[in-house]
């Protein structure tokens, strides 16, 4: 099944949301660096939600704006 990436921003709190599924309760979230909010399945540890707090300042810096795609939750399950 393909997925898309949906993007939304919220100009009140200055948060873009990039989307492959609408959040939900179970999902694990993880501050990753750089401000950035990720939102994990809780059974396979994939990337399911992305918040990049303070968006609009992103737009003014110099370099590149990177987004980490490859970040995946370590699943602690006991054996």
Do not use: H, W
């Amino acid at each position: 099944m393909e997925k898309n990436l949906t993007f939304q921003y919220d100009r009140d709190t200055d948060i873009l949301y990039v989307n492959t599924c609408t959040s939900y309760p179970e999902q694990e979230s993880e501050e990753l660096p750089d401000e950035i909010i990720a939102r994990f399945n809780p059974n396979t540890g994939d990337i399911e939600n992305l918040e990049v707090l303070f968006f609009s300042t992103r737009l003014l810096r110099e370099e590149l704006f990177q987004l980490p795609i490859s970040a995946r939750l370590q699943l602690n399950k006991a054996s």
